[in-house]
């Protein structure tokens, strides 16, 4: 892993929380392979979550996002916070993205660093010279590798295949194929703690081994295998072609080998 750059995007308000010793745990590991390590602390940050017209939009004008972002990013006119994480996901090779899961989703915290840094023309877009559409497989972030590390409540077999919440890579669906691969970066299958709440000494201590396993993989590990948009498997309206997979329905669809 030496010579790579990994940013590790973090978001529990509690320092000595499970995720907060899994993530200095995962970091300090990724140091001793080489590895220079970035880090968003997103609560220590104090980051601003929230996605309005400040700096972005002339007053008593309808704040219109992806139109005003697109010209701030296009003009050098982001906030400085913005433009500093998108400085540090330009340098990375990968990108550790870890939360708690509440209510089966991403911390508002974690949601708004993806509304304010994943904007228009930056994670997204449409080529000025080409008029290439900039996503999947031309998306601006390919060969970026990116994981998520997540804790939760639920027991293990609650987010396997035939589990009460949802298989936990098709509940992580949205983060997983609608910003990583959406965005061009390779999407890892991603990596869960249950029954966070409950582990003791021993329990923790095997998360972090596990952990360290998945970190020894992140530029070896074979990625999630989404279909490309522009190789034929999608109609122009963005559906799965009759071809592929006939009659069938869901999220594994949009999966290769699903």
């Known amino acids: 892993m030496n010579d790579t750059t990994v940013l590790w995007v973090h978001a529990h308000p509690e320092p000595d929380s499970l995720n907060g010793r899994l993530a200095r745990h995962g970091m300090s590991h990724l140091r001793t392979t080489g590895a220079t390590v970035l880090e968003s602390d997103l609560y220590r940050m104090g980051w601003r979550p929230i996605l309005d017209r400040q700096g972005l939009a002339p007053e008593g004008e309808p704040f219109r996002p992806t139109e005003h972002v697109r010209a701030a990013f296009a ?5 400085a916070d913005v433009a500093a994480e998108q400085k540090k996901i ?5 990108i550790v993205v870890q939360f708690p ?9 974690l949601k708004g660093w993806f509304d304010r840094v994943f904007v228009a023309g930056f994670a997204f877009g449409t080529d000025p010279d080409t008029g290439r559409r900039l996503r999947f497989e031309h998306g601006p972030f390919i060969g970026k590798r990116a994981l998520v590390v997540a804790t939760m409540g639920d027991r ?10 949802g298989h936990f890579p098709e509940l992580m669906f949205g983060l997983l194929h609608g910003t990583f691969a959406y965005t061009g970066m390779s999407a890892l299958p991603p990596f869960a703690v249950p029954s966070a709440d409950f582990l003791d000494d021993a329990g923790v201590s095997q998360a972090a081994a596990e952990l360290t396993h998945r970190l020894d993989g992140l530029f070896t590990e074979r990625p999630l295998a989404y279909r490309p ?3 034929g498997d999608y ?7 009759d071809h592929v997979r006939p009659g069938e329905a869901g999220l594994s669809v949009h999966l290769h080998d699903g």
């Open 75 to 79: 003009t050098g006119r982001l906030p």
């Open 101 to 109: 899961l509440w209510w089966y989703g991403m911390p508002a915290m």
């Open 90 to 94: 330009r340098r990375a090779d990968g």
């Open 235 to 241: 109609t122009d309206e963005w559906e799965l072609a």
């Open 156 to 165: 293990p077999a609650s987010i396997g295949p035939r589990g009460k919440s």
């Open 229 to 231: 948009q522009f190789q």
